[in-house]
C-alpha cells in the first residue's frame, strides 16, 4: 500500500523567499506522484506530476519537483514566494495496484504556506 | 482543459433530510469519478469509487446506504446524502481520473 508523508503541517515564508515543501512517500511499486494546492473552499488544482519520466518535473506558477528515488522522496520547490502562493498543498501518490487505469489516490495530511509580505 | 462541474457549491440542510451533489465532466468523458470527504483542515480521505454503469466501491468504514452513488452516464456522476445529520457536515469534492485527476470545486454541505 501506498503513503505519503508531508513533513510540516504549516510553512511560512517571507515574500520573495524560496519555498521548499517535504513530501516523502512510500510504495511498493514504481509511484506515480502529484502535488496539488488548494485554496479555502476550493477544489485541488494540479501543479505538477511525476509518471516515471524525467526526475525533474516543471509545473505551472513557477514551481517545481524532484523525484529522488534513494530518499523516496518528491519535495516541492519554488524560487521565489508570492502572497498569491499562500494556500493548502497536497502532495499524493497513486495506487497503480488498484489496475486498469483509472488510480486511487492516497494523499498526505497537507502542508499550509502563509506568505508574510 | 479538462474540467469538472460540480453543483451545489455550499448547501444548508435540516437533519433527516437527503442532498444530492452533482459532478459533471464538461469536456471529456468520466469513466471513473472518485468521491473525497475532507474535514477542517485535513486531508482528503477517499470515499468511494464509481465507474460508469456499475455499482459504486466503497471504502472500508464508509456506509453505502448513506451516501449513494450514482454514475449513469459517462459525464454524471452523483453523490446523494441520505436522512444527513450533522456529523455528515463536511466538504465533499469530486475528482476524474484524467490527465492527473481533475477536481471538481468541491461542495460544503452543512446540517443544522
Known amino acids: 500500500a501506498q503513503s505519503v508523508t508531508q513533513l510540516g503541517s504549516h510553512v511560512s515564508v517571507s515574500e520573495g523567499a524560496l519555498v521548499l515543501l517535504r513530501c516523502n512517500y512510500s510504495?511498493?511499486?514504481?509511484?506515480?506522484l502529484f502535488w496539488y494546492v488548494q485554496y479555502p473552499n476550493q477544489g485541488l488544482q494540479l501543479l505538477l506530476k511525476?509518471?516515471?519520466?524525467?526526475?525533474l518535473v516543471k509545473g505551472i506558477n513557477g514551481f517545481e519537483a524532484e523525484f529522488k528515488k534513494s530518499e523516496t522522496s518528491f519535495h516541492l520547490t519554488k524560487p521565489s514566494a508570492h502572497m498569491s502562493d499562500a494556500a493548502e498543498y497536497f502532495c499524493?501518490?497513486?495506487?497503480?495496484?488498484?489496475?486498469?487505469?483509472?488510480?486511487?489516490?492516497?494523499f498526505g495530511k497537507g502542508t499550509l504556506l502563509t506568505v508574510n509580505p | 482543459g479538462a474540467v469538472v462541474s460540480q453543483h451545489p457549491s455550499r448547501v444548508i440542510c435540516k437533519s433527516g433530510t437527503s442532498v444530492k451533489i452533482e459532478c459533471r465532466s464538461l469536456?471529456?468523458?468520466?469513466?471513473?469519478m472518485f468521491w473525497y470527504r475532507q474535514f477542517p483542515k485535513q486531508s482528503l480521505m477517499l470515499m468511494a469509487t464509481?465507474?460508469?454503469?456499475?455499482?459504486?466501491?466503497?471504502e472500508q468504514g464508509v456506509e453505502k446506504d448513506k451516501f449513494l452513488i450514482n454514475h449513469a452516464s459517462l459525464t454524471l456522476s452523483t453523490l446523494t446524502v441520505t436522512s444527513a445529520h450533522p456529523e455528515d457536515s463536511s466538504f465533499y469534492i469530486c475528482?476524474?481520473?484524467?490527465?492527473?485527476?481533475?477536481f471538481g470545486s468541491g461542495t460544503r454541505l452543512t446540517v443544522v
Open positions: 475528482s476524474a481520473a484524467y490527465y492527473g485527476y481533475t
Open positions: 510504495s511498493s511499486v514504481p509511484p506515480y
Open positions: 511525476y509518471t516515471s519520466a524525467a526526475t
Open positions: 499524493a501518490v497513486s495506487d497503480q495496484s488498484s489496475g486498469g487505469s483509472n488510480y486511487k489516490l492516497t
Open positions: 469536456d471529456f468523458q468520466a469513466t471513473t
Open positions: 464509481s465507474n460508469e454503469g456499475s455499482k459504486a466501491t466503497y
